[in-house]
């Protein structure tokens, strides 16, 4: 693997200011008002509410997804049979994108979805109309009236494009590595769930130390996924991009990338938001330490009220998990 490092911008207002044609200031910000920890509650619970959604949703994806596998493989039968009686168009324009589609890895089609969220979002920072809209629900700051929703949104969120050219680039090289080892519908959990943490450390941190500012970036939650991966395959081999000659271990890269940014935490930069990059590293080494055995092997219990809920529904007999 080939990557450098992911990075979760934070963008006091000179910064803000010089990306975009317009000022981004949230008009609802409190920085001025003095601290309080008790803005740290809904933040809190809707950290763990969403966690807790999200993989109970993956639970039900992942059902879902066995249950339709047996159907799938009749209908699939079905279509290549029809398909080599069926006369070829020349220069079938779907056909080749069905086949660029397969020739993917499953961890590239399930990354697909979440770098096409980000570039939609980059391209909405560049309609002036919708700037307020914006500033206000993608961009994350402690210091703002609107606290939870840009947890989550402000991880699809980049004002640079060089930004999410570099945090699109990592998550695509390590998403076949995540994806093999954790499934799509686990991967997704964690990977939602890990930028909403990283975005509650980093308000966390903000608070505590004064030093308020607006962040954007999806490179909390990446950073789960490269601590997830790393911690799982410590003796991955990877290399920086531009200097693919020099290879070190996954351990060491990780080791190294937690070093830099508790350096920068400690040392009061500002370029990045090393509190997020941090709780997102946190957050990936627990789940495969921890958090796997805790809530995805747990999920059976769950799983089962699901498939009595939908068997009733359904009126019949329901497949099983």
Not at 14 to 33: F, G, K, L, N, Y
Not at 62 to 73: A, F, G, H, N
Not at 173 to 202: D, H, K, N
């Amino acid at each position: 693997m080939e990557t450098p490092g992911p990075a979760h911008t934070e963008t006091p207002k000179s910064a803000v200011q010089h990306r975009t044609p317009t000022p981004m200031v949230d008009p609802e910000a409190t920085i001025s008002s003095p601290r309080s920890f008790g803005r740290l509650v809904r933040p809190f619970f809707f950290t763990v509410g969403f966690t807790g959604c999200s993989f109970g949703s993956a639970a039900i994806w992942q059902y879902e997804s066995l249950k339709s596998q047996i159907q799938s493989y009749f209908s699939e039968a079905r279509a290549d049979w029809l398909e080599k009686i069926r006369p070829q168009k020349r220069g079938d324009f779907r056909k080749e994108i069905n086949q660029w589609w397969h020739s993917l890895t499953e961890g590239q089609r399930t990354v697909t979805g979440i770098i096409a969220a980000n570039v939609i979002v980059f391209c909405c920072w560049r309609v002036r109309s919708l700037q307020p809209f914006m500033v206000r629900y993608f961009i994350s700051n402690p210091a703002s009236k609107t606290l939870c929703s840009p947890m989550l949104l402000s991880t699809f969120s980049h004002i640079s494009f060089y930004h999410m050219a570099v945090n699109m680039y990592i998550l695509w090289s390590f998403s076949t590595s995540a994806v093999s080892m954790l499934g799509r519908e686990q991967f997704t959990a964690v990977y939602l769930s890990a930028g909403v943490f990283s975005s509650f450390v980093s308000y966390v941190c903000k608070m505590s130390t004064g030093r308020f500012g607006q962040s954007v970036g999806a490179s909390g939650a990446i950073m789960a996924i490269l601590a997830a991966v790393c911690t799982k395959i410590p003796e991955a081999k990877l290399a920086i991009i531009f200097l693919p000659m020099f290879t070190f271990t996954a351990a060491n890269a990780l080791k190294a990338i937690i070093a830099m940014d508790t350096a920068g935490l400690v040392l009061g930069w500002r370029f990045f938001d090393h509190a997020a990059h941090l709780g997102g590293a946190v957050f990936g080494i627990w789940y495969i330490l921890l958090g796997h055995e805790w809530i995805w092997k747990n999920r059976e219990p769950f799983v089962k009220v699901w498939h009595d809920l939908r068997t009733r529904r359904g009126g019949g007999p329901g497949g099983s998990a």
